[in-house]
């Protein structure tokens, strides 16, 4: 056991994207650890945010991980263009299509990590089979779609199933949490077992947000070393 501090993935669709360097720059001086991307198709959920010549863009402008966010129909169509882009995690959701396993084998393919994203109100079962193949899980505590969305109370009782599951494997998956995140909710979330916050409105939005980024980080507790 060893005391990780959370990893905190700050979500630019809370952004100001008219100046998203100069933001990405603020999260990373602010000690954020990854940049979270939320691409959104029109398809998969309503809304549609940003594609690879975004990330692309910001790609100099930080040496923080980029971790994708593929709300998309069909991603193994995209996979190749965000890791080309820069991308070095993608994670798709397990309802966005119908081989999970193959996607996910095709995105350690590219060289990168490989994510599943769960909705509400997808079970957990649905990563059996899959498990060897993650290096991360993103439970959805929010339906998927739009920013600044109360959390669902519900999902902590997924995070501990997932958390309990996580323990179990023989390597390590960063346990990611979207969603309702702020200074209320994180603790709930790590003590359920989280290992990584996306954080959007209350980093980008409410007032001292860039300060949440330090106070996340100081939530963990001694767990395995992931």
């Known amino acids: 056991m060893t005391e990780n501090k959370i990893k905190i993935a700050p979500s630019l669709l809370s952004a100001d994207f008219s100046r998203l360097h100069e933001e990405v720059r603020r999260i990373e001086e602010a000690g954020a650890d990854w940049v979270h991307f939320d691409i959104m198709d029109g398809h998969f959920v309503p809304a549609i945010t940003m594609g690879p010549l975004v990330v ?13 966010h593929l709300m998309v129909k069909e991603p193994e ?33 590219l060289g990168l990590k490989a994510g599943a994203a769960l909705n509400p109100s997808t079970p957990v079962g649905v990563l059996e089979y899959v498990w060897p193949l993650l290096d991360l899980v993103l439970v959805m505590s929010v339906n998927p779609g739009a920013g600044g969305q109360p959390f669902i109370p519900g999902m902590l009782s997924k995070i501990e199933a997932l958390a309990g599951r996580i323990r179990g494997l023989e390597h390590p998956v960063e346990l990611s949490v979207d969603g309702g995140i702020n200074a209320q909710t994180a603790p709930q979330v790590v003590a359920a077992g989280a290992t990584a916050l996306v954080a ?15 106070a996340f980080k100081t939530l963990g507790g001694p767990r395995r070393k992931v």
């Open 200 to 214: 959007g409105s209350a980093v980008f939005r409410d007032h001292g947000g860039l300060e949440l980024i330090q």
């Open 56 to 68: 692309q863009s910001l790609r100099p402008a930080t040496a923080l991980a980029f971790d994708v």
């Open 77 to 109: 169509k995209h996979l190749g263009a965000f890791a080309a882009a820069g991308a070095d995690m993608l994670t798709v959701h397990a309802e966005g299509n119908a081989h999970l396993d193959r996607v996910l084998r095709e995105i350690k393919k």
